[in-house]
């Protein structure tokens, strides 16, 4: 008998998922309620896809290890992606301090529209897996509390039943998992929710002339000072554009008007975004979206779970955007996914349990550097700070602190930042010790610009008085 995958949701982890279950099956149908874009343009149904987003180098690796064909990151970069290092490569001003620009490389990310990086993915999945993509809204899922074996979906012609091997539940934010499971006799799911009550507003600029090499610029909100967070950034995409994109928690959100989102730069902790755009043409309106809490669904928890159903992406976990790890834990749980298959085989017991428990450690490690800081705003809605959460906060703070003026501990932070590596880094005697000596060079007074750049900088103002 040929065998079947479904995966509900064509995003990222999606087609990731699906580009793994390929190697296994006869066919992978793929459903989302989108008729998706034959090129890279926006679509309804991801919220966030108007907004920065960074595709850190765990992330990318487990991408093309997953997708066969040409380079993912290649094509990325053919179509016009920037390829940045942590290290190096761009500008921050971090709770602590600004980071210094260290002559190591290390760890890198691509920063792109996020339109632009799914169609890369989606081309090169369709292109090279046995996947079809199908304009479907997936009503609930077929089975019983033992096993899943398929999606009741409705289309344009009428409800119907499609039969499943194996279910990738992956259709993002909106995911109707817990409902799907109750209906099948699965309860007792956990779920947490940690809501700082982000606001995201962006808007494309075009490059300035002179401009072509200005690294990557973002000032980060600081959940510290007990009033509400501020943050920006202005990152390098396709185009030869900048999107500038500000974030802002509950009672400090960023307006979507155009004096308003320009005074919210000025506004920022360090006047050097204001004095970036200063001199940059708008190409866009402002676009603003409030998808933005933390919620975690501890599937992998269940003792009695049906088999043939894996949960992926921000159907089990969402994350605070500004920490740019969503996308690599997408990535990582799909490869997760292939590894299983690749060892077990596609019909082995327990199988998705197993798939379960092992996407757990990435997103815990996300979840953690999320909910860790936004915690500590003062309008978040979720649980209180516990004792563990205050000895916890206080070590990622003095590490932090010396990341500003140690490479030891600035190279701990970006290769667990990156997902090269898991949060169990920062634990290892060096990077203890390193945080424990602090910052080995003095505090930075203002960003660490190269000459070109002050020049750059000056010029931009010139312009635009």
């Known amino acids: 008998m040929p065998r079947r995958a479904v995966v509900v949701g064509a995003g990222l982890a999606g087609l990731l998922a699906a580009a793994a279950l390929s190697v296994h099956t006869d066919e992978v149908i793929v459903l989302d309620r989108d008729e998706l874009p034959d090129g890279p343009e926006h679509r309804r149904g991801l919220p966030q896809g108007r907004h920065a987003h960074l595709l850190m180098s765990g992330g990318l690796a487990a991408i093309d290890d997953l997708v066969p064909g040409p380079s993912v990151r290649d094509q990325l970069l053919a179509a016009g992606a920037h390829e940045i290092s942590l290290s190096s490569g761009m500008l921050a001003l971090t709770p602590e301090g600004w980071l210094r620009r260290w002559k190591h490389e290390g760890p890198r990310m691509l920063t792109c529209t996020r339109a632009l990086l799914d169609w890369v993915v989606r081309s090169a999945v369709l292109a090279d897996t046995k996947t079809e993509i199908r304009t479907a809204r997936a009503l609930d899922l077929l089975g019983d509390a033992r096993r899943v074996t398929g999606v009741r979906i409705s289309t344009d012609a009428g409800i119907t039943e499609l039969d499943a091997d194996f279910v990738v539940e992956a259709s993002g934010r909106g995911s109707r998992i817990v409902r799907w499971l109750g209906a099948l006799g699965v309860t007792g799911i956990d779920e947490k929710t940690v809501d700082s009550g982000l606001v995201n507003a962006t808007r494309i600029y075009r490059r300035p002339e002179g401009a072509e090499h200005f690294p990557l610029t973002?000032?980060?909100?600081?959940?510290?000072?007990?009033?509400?967070?501020?943050?920006?950034?202005?990152?390098?995409i396709e185009g030869d554009r900048w999107m500038v994109s500000l974030a802002g928690t509950r009672g400090g959100e960023p307006p979507a008007d155009p004096d308003g989102f320009l005074q919210y730069i000025r506004d920022l902790p360090d006047p050097i975004l204001g004095r970036l755009v200063s001199g940059a043409e708008p190409l866009t309106d402002i676009h603003t979206s409030h998808s933005s809490k933390n919620v975690r669904r501890y599937l992998e928890k269940l003792q009695d779970r049906p088999d043939g159903l894996v949960v992926l992406g921000d159907a089990l976990a969402t994350f605070n955007p500004a920490y740019g790890q969503g996308m690599s834990v997408a990535a990582l749980g799909a490869q997760i996914l292939a590894r299983e298959l690749d060892h077990e085989g596609f019909t082995a017991p327990g199988l998705a349990a197993r798939v379960q428990h092992g996407v757990a450690a990435p997103v815990e490690g996300a979840w953690a550097m999320a909910v860790g800081q936004d915690i500590w705003y003062p309008e978040t809605k979720g649980p209180e700070p516990t004792r563990a959460d205050r000895l916890i906060t206080g070590y990622s703070r003095r590490l932090l602190k010396s990341a500003t003026g140690s490479y030891k501990a600035a190279a701990a932070l970006?290769?667990?930042?990156?997902?090269?590596?898991?949060?169990?880094?920062l634990m290892r005697p060096g990077?203890?010790?390193?945080?424990?000596?602090?910052?080995?060079?003095?505090?930075l007074s203002g960003p660490p610009l190269t000459p070109s750049e002050r020049k750059t900088l000056a010029g931009l103002e010139r312009a635009a008085s």
């Open 414 to 425: 970006a290769a667990v930042t990156s997902m090269e590596a898991d949060a169990s880094t």
């Open 431 to 443: 990077t203890l010790l390193a945080a424990l000596n602090g910052p080995l060079l003095p505090p």
């Open 218 to 236: 973002i000032l980060q909100a600081n959940p510290y000072e007990s009033r509400p967070g501020r943050a920006g950034m202005v990152l390098p």
